[in-house]
């Protein structure tokens, strides 16, 4: 598949192969046969009937464990139904308050790039997005973007790239050969660092709730881990961690990612970035107060604007799922043990469902009337079914906050991002590069 630039452009190849093949094609990667899958009836299948992630997410267990998003199937069944309601919309805006303090904070850090002509914007918002993932996972406030340089950022970065560089490099895959070369010790200092951080919160959190003091329950805004603590099911330090460490990892570039590409495209779509500036001057008028749970509801044009967002950047472009019975798919059967690979960036810019004019810029293209009649699978950004993504209302309501914080204070400008980057994410190879002007 080549590295992170030449795995986009190979995915492309393999969506002009499946073209003439309805949608579905096959592809060996090493050992491994892969199902691809680009169009949204046999992606509805997959998503809804094949719940165990394919092999190639094991590089990620020896640092997320068992948490949600690596769970093998028989327990992520068990653990998902005791965090589906702490993701829950109205849990969740208790957190409103945390996404609006923690997007005036980047209001103020980014007064600094006023005078630059040009800056990568990433940086800044994904301190931002990690303190939200923070608060409101652990209760601690990390401060990362009042100080970047903190151990823990550099650990959880190096073990990133290190798992990156596996998948691309066959040759480090197999574990007998990944522990003969260096980055197998340099992974595992790294993952302790990451681990003995969270170890510590849970520490500290467990024992302030078992202490004879404590009633169990914390009344005031309870974040993600004191909520797995006061659940019925008993939950190990252990699996506390896995799981907290799942949501911070997957909660973070993620978000920090969607807000970036919208401020590059609002930044080179002036009329747009007019339209969300005037529904903001609607709902705050001159003030620069963080928005409410209501503001958000009435952001409606923003959603949109982050919905197209997310259309034209899919930050997760490949979803992996592997087959645990034989499964019929409009062309094929597949055989249970087969990896399938779900494209919805290529998906996301298909003409026959978005039309002649797919690459363009257009949020309208989210209006109720123009969703309604679109296939439940076109639009998967979140991806679908029981094991779609347990963050999106806690996403969605970061990304509206964040972006409506920033576009009330700033003008932003900006050339669209061309080349493009796999690194498990979608990356821009030169950056999210924008200026800002104040308003
Ligand atoms: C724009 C923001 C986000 C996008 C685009 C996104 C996308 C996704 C996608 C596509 C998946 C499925 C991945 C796969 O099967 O390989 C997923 C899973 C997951 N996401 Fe998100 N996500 C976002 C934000 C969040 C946030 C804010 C959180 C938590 C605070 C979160 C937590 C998770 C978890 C725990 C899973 C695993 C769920 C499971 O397997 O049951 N995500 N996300």
Redesign the pocket.
Known sequence: MGGPERMLSSIQKLAKMTEETNGVGTIWIGPQLYVVITNPDDAQIILETCLQ?DSSYRFLQKWLGNG??VAPVDL?KIH?RVLLPIFHKRNIEDYIEVFGEQGQVLVSRLAEKLLDKEFDVFKYITSCTLDI?FET?MGERMDVQQSPETPYLRARNTVMSVINMRLFKAWLQPEVLFHLTPYAKLQKENIDVTHKFADEVIQKKRAAFESPDSNGVNHARSDILQQLLEKDIKFSDEELREHID??TI??ND??AL?IAYALVLLGSHPREQEMVFDELQIIFGDSKRPPNKEDLGKMEYLERVIKET?RLYT??PV??RETQKTVQLSNCTVPAGVGCAILPFVMHRCKKIWGPDVDSFNPDRFLPANSVKRHPCAFI???FGS??????H??ML??KSILSNVLRSYKIKSNACEQLKIEILLFPVKGHLICIEKR
């Open positions: 992630k949600l998003f992520w998902r993932v996972a799942s949501i997957a909660g993620t978000t969607v997310m930050v997760v979803i992996g950004p979140f991806s094991r779609n993504c347990i963050g999106r806690f996403g970061a990304m």
